[in-house]
């Protein structure tokens, strides 16, 4: 797997490697499962933002395929 490297601030570094540490798990796990949340919940808002135009105009759109 490609790895990506982040520079974190030591404040953040610190509160990862505490929660990581908390939850019994690496800071790696944290981080990697916090990016796969933000994306879906990312991928969810523009999904719906991206269909809106089409919910809009459904009509025309379905005029101009005729």
Do not use: I, K, N, S
């Not at 490697?17 to 798990?25: I, K, S, V, Y």
């Not at 796969?36 to 005029?63: F, I, Y």
């Amino acid at each position: 797997m490609p790895e990506l490297r982040l520079p974190l601030d030591p404040g953040v570094r610190r509160d990862l490697d505490d929660l990581a540490d908390a939850q019994g798990r690496t800071p790696e796990e944290v981080a990697l499962d916090a990016v796969r949340a933000h994306l879906r919940q990312e991928g969810t808002r523009v999904r719906g933002v991206a269909g809106e135009p089409a919910r809009e105009h459904a009509d025309l759109l379905r005029r101009l395929g005729e």
